[in-house]
């Protein structure tokens, strides 16, 4: 690959300690992926001097571009620019430019910046602060030999505004003959582990030539197989990246939920939002995940109208209008009884899906006939019902718990697509 | 410090890429930390094997214990134990007994190892191969210069099983003498900022000498004020991190929720399963989360009864009894509203305990009286009920959603702590 040779560094004792996750490190490959710059390595190191300046020095000699992120805060411990300043082997300077933004962004606050903010100031010699309008901490950009090295706030908000709106375009100036674009085609699947998928599509995979990259992701056992095409121009990028996705849609078949980049949550709530649909949920043993997970996105409350969370038996009774001697006969764990829970939140919010998840999340609770992982679907769709029920691999109880709003959101999805005309009642697709 | 210069290592090209977040290394880390030993830097590297290769022997060259994890798999992109080998200097060689052991885990199945998985019985000459129970790929333990290099599959189930059967016990014996035992105390606070809790512990955190730590780590609000101490024995330790503990309480006052490691969901249930006593939930813009929250732990159901996701307001109305007029006059938002929530919740579900929420999760929504992250809570507790607003930061709608959740479910805490005879009628806390 002819791009610039890329590290990141995050900086923080409280990241190599373990109380808290990197997380800014895998968003900001992913962004420079995006721009065409592969990452080659992370660092995380701890704030001590002696470990901060190596770590930092080393970084820079080995690549063209270096994108750091924490330690630019105003106490003692914050010394991502004293770390600069030593790899390029320069002067700290105060910068009454930088001094006066932070002392402006404090009275729009109505306070005064403290004595310890004029740390925040300092600028290595040669070096351009970046305007920070998200916080205190403004950034760094510092040449140091033929490395240009970027740091950022190691707050995520600031740290991806700042990228966006400092870093970007410098990159573009910097690297702009040697990037190529990357376009991205992502297919969302939900049925076959990852083993067997990555199996499935291998020799798809082996057969293509030429800068096209296929990897798979799972999250909860839904997969995204996405791909990364490189060429001179978008177009022939695009067209690539189109190919790929043309060759591994048949080996998908019917597990192919959806394409796009977008959450399973925003697909179906984009869709709902187009038929101008409603949909309601019944959870048991997902106990409120599926209407979280629903709700997380602004403007839910337009098309999710309700949910209860009917982790009792007489709650599925009363408030869901099970029949009592359906769970008798049946167990609360059973198709028909997902169906009645599908229905009766479709009936009780007046919504025109219903969704109902029964099942076993473990740890504990499972049998020789429901074993932990056993979880049954009700979907209630404009009218007709129908019911099927899945074996989760028993991971754990999140994975089950996630697994299966996963499967209830998936097949909302395909009952929306297959009678898109709002209102209109038909048949909801046939269990597979 | 006395102890060895630890290191960790994760390898794989879906982490550089950014489509899978490297979470093994910071649970490293906090596992050697309560042995004593503290790690200075973490590397994400990627499969190439330039990289690979530079930074597995850079990292050797540095510390005295690297772990790694990754890269031990049966594909050609599977390069730890080579990576291992060349910076040790030496060849890989067959181990007829990690065959022997991969076979058996294959029978075991029903299935045959595949010619891939010889590539997962190299040993680099002087290393010892690590058994794996929990998966195929056997890990590696193997002296390079002064370094001692572990690596451990890249699954976090199977690495975090070999690190304790396999990894513990060689540090043990290599660093015995080396290491202190650390004793922890975890004090969780709920109400100031980060930096204004920093402020406020400030000068008690400069005052004490010796080997005595404080961190504050915060999650969407909920303040984790961690004491690690390290003496020659552990009483000694556990005695500096009490005394620590002693002299930051006082200045926590009330907005000192629990102590302990336990999550704040962990400590609710543990309380009311304590007290036999039940709750359920009427959620607003939280939409499930609470529910979903409380019901993440197995044996939830013994005392989470149900709970209702009311988004819209003729749900309010319908499920949870709110007064039409009472929204119309008050508003959705406001605390009679959550206090009517809290006990529609308590009485359609039959709980001793009733939680509501309704507020202004963002980011539209939001009015000059009522702007975003305005929260109103309802705690109907065995009889009685109170309710309560916050204005919650309105650092993004997961913030304040999550936010509100710790709020609830502190109150909760606070009002079974205050009354802990079960079935016995008195006044919930008065509002803070």
Same mark, same amino acid.
């Given at each position: 690959?002819? #791009? *610039?040779?890329?590290?990141?560094?995050?900086?923080?004792?409280?990241?190599?300690?373990?109380?808290?996750?990197?997380?800014?490190?895998?968003?900001?490959?992913?962004?420079?992926?995006?721009?065409?710059?592969?990452?080659?390595?992370?660092?995380?190191?701890?704030?001590?001097? $002696?470990?901060?300046?190596?770590?930092?020095?080393?970084?820079?000699?080995?690549?063209?571009? =270096?994108?750091?992120?924490?330690?630019?805060?105003?106490?003692?411990?914050?010394?991502?620019?004293?770390?600069?300043?030593?790899?390029?082997? =320069?002067?700290?300077?105060?910068?009454?430019?930088?001094?006066?933004?932070?002392?402006?962004?404090?009275?729009?606050?109505?306070?005064?910046?403290?004595?310890?903010?004029?740390?925040?100031?300092? &600028?290595?010699?040669?070096?351009?602060?970046? *305007?920070?309008?998200?916080?205190?901490?403004?950034?760094?950009?510092?040449? /140091?030999?033929?490395?240009?090295?970027? $740091?950022?706030?190691?707050?995520?908000?600031?740290?991806?505004?700042?990228?966006?709106?400092?870093?970007?375009?410098?990159?573009?100036?910097?690297?702009?003959?040697?990037?190529?674009?990357?376009?991205?085609?992502?297919?969302?699947?939900?049925?076959?582990?990852?083993?067997?998928?990555?199996?499935?599509?291998?020799?798809?995979?082996? $057969? =293509?030539?030429?800068?096209?990259?296929?990897? /798979?992701?799972?999250?909860?056992?839904?997969?995204?197989?996405?791909?990364?095409?490189?060429?001179?121009?978008?177009?022939?990028?695009?067209?690539?990246?189109?190919?790929?996705?043309?060759?591994?849609?048949?080996?998908? #078949?019917?597990?192919?939920?959806?394409?796009?980049?977008?959450?399973?949550?925003?697909?179906?709530?984009?869709?709902?939002?187009?038929?101008?649909?409603?949909?309601?949920?019944?959870?048991?043993?997902?106990?409120?995940?599926?209407?979280?997970?629903?709700?997380?996105?602004?403007?839910?409350? !337009?098309?999710?109208? #309700?949910?209860?969370?009917?982790?009792?038996?007489?709650?599925?009774?009363?408030?869901?209008? &099970?029949? +009592?001697?359906?769970?008798?006969?049946?167990?609360?764990?059973?198709?028909?009884?997902?169906?009645?829970?599908?229905?009766?939140?479709?009936?009780?919010?007046?919504?025109?899906?219903?969704?109902?998840?029964?099942? /076993?999340?473990?740890?504990?609770?499972?049998?020789?006939?429901? *074993?932990?992982?056993?979880?049954?679907?009700?979907?209630? +769709?404009?009218?007709?019902?129908?019911?099927?029920?899945?074996?989760? $691999?028993?991971?754990?109880?999140?994975?089950?718990?996630?697994?299966?709003?996963? !499967?209830?959101?998936?097949?909302?999805?395909?009952?929306?697509?297959?009678?898109?005309?709002?209102?209109?009642?038909?048949?909801?697709?046939?269990?597979?």
């Amino acid at each position: 690959m002819s #791009g *610039p040779r890329a590290e990141v560094l995050a900086i923080g004792d409280e990241l190599v300690h373990g109380s808290a996750v990197d997380t800014n490190s895998a968003w900001l490959a992913r962004q420079l992926e995006d721009l065409g710059i592969a990452v080659v390595r992370f660092t995380v190191v701890s704030d001590t001097p $002696a470990e901060l300046d190596r770590a930092l020095g080393q970084a820079c000699a080995r690549a063209d571009l =270096v994108v750091a992120t924490g330690g630019l805060g105003p106490t003692e411990d914050d010394r991502t620019r004293h770390a600069a300043a030593a790899a390029a082997g =320069v002067g700290l300077a105060f910068d009454p430019a930088s001094w006066a933004t932070i002392e402006a962004w404090f009275a729009a606050r109505g306070r005064a910046a403290g004595e310890d903010n004029r740390r925040q100031a300092l &600028v290595p010699a040669g070096g351009v602060a970046l *305007p920070n309008r998200w916080g205190t901490a403004p950034g760094l950009r510092l040449g /140091i030999g033929r490395c240009t090295l970027f $740091a950022l706030p190691g707050v995520p908000a600031e740290m991806r505004a700042m990228f966006e709106h400092c870093v970007v375009p410098g990159l573009r100036e910097l690297f702009a003959a040697r990037l190529n674009p990357v376009v991205h085609r992502t297919l969302n699947v939900l049925g076959p582990t990852e083993a067997a998928l990555g199996a499935r599509l291998e020799d798809v995979m082996a $057969a =293509v030539e030429g800068p096209v990259r296929v990897g /798979i992701t799972a999250h909860f056992g839904l997969l995204r197989v996405r791909i990364a095409a490189t060429a001179a121009d978008r177009e022939s990028a695009a067209a690539a990246a189109d190919a790929m996705a043309d060759r591994l849609r048949p080996r998908l #078949g019917e597990e192919l939920v959806y394409e796009g980049d977008q959450s399973l949550a925003e697909r179906v709530l984009a869709e709902l939002r187009e038929q101008g649909a409603t949909v309601a949920t019944a959870e048991s043993c997902t106990g409120g995940l599926c209407a979280k997970v629903l709700t997380d996105l602004p403007g839910a409350s !337009e098309v999710f109208v #309700g949910g209860i969370v009917c982790y009792a038996n007489r709650s599925k009774v009363r408030d869901l209008g &099970v029949p +009592a001697d359906l769970i008798e006969a049946q167990g609360a764990v059973s198709e028909p009884v997902a169906a009645a829970l599908a229905r009766g939140a479709a009936e009780r919010f007046g919504a025109g899906f219903g969704l109902g998840i029964t099942g /076993i999340a473990g740890p504990d609770g499972g049998t020789a006939d429901k *074993p932990v992982g056993t979880v049954c679907f009700g979907l209630h +769709a404009r009218g007709s019902t129908r019911s099927w029920r899945r074996r989760i $691999a028993p991971v754990s109880r999140e994975f089950v718990r996630e697994r299966s709003v996963f !499967e209830a959101l998936a097949a909302l999805l395909r009952a929306l697509r297959e009678d898109p005309v709002p209102g209109e009642p038909g048949p909801p697709s046939p269990a597979r």
